[in-house]
């Protein structure tokens, strides 16, 4: 079907911009903490004034709005929470591997000229590698790696015990890291795109999909004759 560069950047821009308010929902989630849980999260030995005071003082230092778990066995044992903003981090790595090479392929078309940033090769000195869409796509599939590793380090956990929330956490951290650079890679990209209309007119007019459009509307001047007549016979009876 034939459509516009503006209708496909759009789609792109849709694929990221509404996502957002997940990302805020994860966020909440993360702010509960069990600390004042002990071992295994039943608070046994310490003063239950402790337990509501260490939170008071972590947001004084932290600036973040900490909040105390309601059940504190449950934050020791599962860590839901972080496989969950995975997940988040996971979808929203599946769009930018999908913008990146859609980006590629409009690239390699003509339909647009993606901003040299290095040499082709030696055997083709012309040519204009997609390097930043190939990164983002190589940073989009370490999310996803990284992705298994947080679920698998939450599943495994034992009882009240989460062994391997140090792995958990180090492979959350890289993929927050990997997530941002990708993003900034590509929105420093983006604004030197140039769009070529004179390719985009030609393939327009080569493609034979373009009789769809006809189509839809000599089937619409159709129907629309159809009801005048309809109409005009009414008026008559």
């Excluded at 034979?208 to 109409?231: E, N, V």
Aim: charged share 20%.
């Amino acid at each position: 079907m034939p459509i516009t560069l503006g209708a496909q950047f759009a789609s792109f821009a849709e694929a990221i911009a509404p996502r957002r308010w997940r990302t805020f929902k994860c966020e909440e989630r993360l702010r509960i903490v069990n600390i004042g849980g002990t071992a295994v999260g039943t608070g046994l030995g310490v003063p239950r004034r402790y337990i509501f005071l260490v939170i008071e003082k972590l947001r004084e230092l932290t600036g973040l709005g900490l909040t105390r778990a309601e059940n504190s066995m449950d934050q020791t044992a599962n860590a839901d929470a972080f496989v969950e903003t995975a997940g988040m981090l996971n979808a929203y790595a599946a769009n930018l591997i999908k913008i990146a090479n859609d980006m590629r392929l409009l690239h390699f078309s003509r339909e647009i000229s993606l901003p040299p940033v290095q040499a082709g090769s030696s055997f083709m000195p012309g040519k204009v590698n997609p390097v930043i869409c190939e990164a983002v796509i190589a940073a989009g599939l370490r999310i996803k790696a990284l992705n298994t590793i947080i679920t698998d380090a939450a599943a495994f956990g034992t009882f009240q015990l989460c062994e391997f929330l140090p792995l958990l956490a180090a492979a959350l951290l890289e993929s927050l890291e990997c997530g941002k650079a990708a993003a900034t890679m590509l929105t420093k990209h983006i604004p030197g795109i140039t769009a070529h209309p004179d390719v985009c007119f030609d393939h327009a007019c080569r493609s034979t999909t373009i009789i769809t459009a006809f189509s839809a509307a000599y089937r619409l001047r159709t129907r629309s004759k159809a009801y005048s007549g309809i109409q005009s016979q009414s008026r008559i009876i």
